[in-house]
T-cell receptor, first 115, second 115 residues
Framework: AQTVTQSQPEMSVQEAETVTLSCTYD???????LFWYKQPPSRQMILVIR??????QNATENRFSVNFQKAAKSFSLKISDSQLGDTAMYFC????????????FGTGTLLAVQP | DTGVSQDPRHKITKRGQNVTFRCDPI?????LYWYRQTLGQGPEFLTY????????KSRLLSDRFSAERPKGSFSTLEIQRTEQGDSAMYLC?????????????FGEGSRLTVL
């Protein structure tokens, strides 16, 4: 069975600074996807960034980038130039490639961006 | 652009009553998922549909829970004889299907409060 662990329940960062959210996972499979989803207060969950396990290059999306360490089963999210709108719960998630797309989530990290 | 919509957004009920939630996925999406999210936790998978077929159910889905997706379009999640432990946010998500990016698109959720 796959598991996803987020060890930081809460994080705080000053506006315009950089913050890194941690995530580790456990699987015996070789082909899978990893995701970071953002859930703003009282709003729907949206995809921030996605990584395919077979790709060695780390994914980037504007101010968001990941550090994917497959051997260590680590998948951290770096947010650069933090903005007030980045305040949200961030969930790390895992799914198997070529399967049902069912996501397995971590417990989340609540990020607060301070003005 | 019509996303995933869920109704009602909030339901308050007394213990022992039945409740039903509806989810309308993105129109061309073949796959539909139900998740449950309690306070401070990540979403937990409940069940998955490929078109009208319910292909996977979590052990979390007790006999009091039933989900349907007639004609492969909208889906309903019914909880019979509600208990206080059923209080949670029920999230619906959809995805395109095989060969897609693995991304799930979420609705805003239906919050259930059982008194």
């Amino acid at each position: 069975a796959q598991t996803v662990t987020q060890s930081q329940p809460e994080m705080s960062v000053q506006e315009a600074e950089t913050v890194t959210l941690s995530c580790t996972y456990d699987t015996s499979e070789n082909n899978y996807y990893l995701f970071w989803y953002k859930q703003p207060p009282s709003r729907q969950m949206i995809l921030v960034i996605r990584q395919e396990a077979y790709k060695q290059q780390n994914a980037t999306e504007n101010r968001f980038s990941v550090n994917f360490q497959k051997a260590a089963k680590s998948f951290s999210l770096k947010i650069s130039d933090s903005q007030l709108g980045d305040t949200a719960m961030y969930f790390c998630a895992f799914s198997l490639s070529g399967a049902t797309n069912k996501l397995i989530f971590g417990t989340g990290t609540l990020l607060a961006v301070q003005p | 652009d019509t996303g995933v919509s869920q109704d009602p957004r909030h339901k308050i009920t007394k213990r022992g009553q039945n409740v039903t939630f509806r989810c309308d996925p993105i129109s061309e999406h073949n796959r539909l998922y139900w998740y449950r999210q309690t306070l401070g936790q990540g979403p937990e998978f409940l069940t998955y549909f490929q078109n009208e077929a319910q292909l996977e159910k979590s052990r979390l889905l007790s006999d009091r829970f039933s989900a349907e997706r007639p004609k492969g379009s909208f889906s309903t999640l019914e909880i019979q004889r509600t208990e206080q432990g059923d209080s949670a946010m029920y999230l619906c998500a959809s995805s395109l299907g095989q060969g897609d990016s693995g991304e799930l698109f979420f609705g805003e959720g239906s919050r259930l409060t059982v008194l």
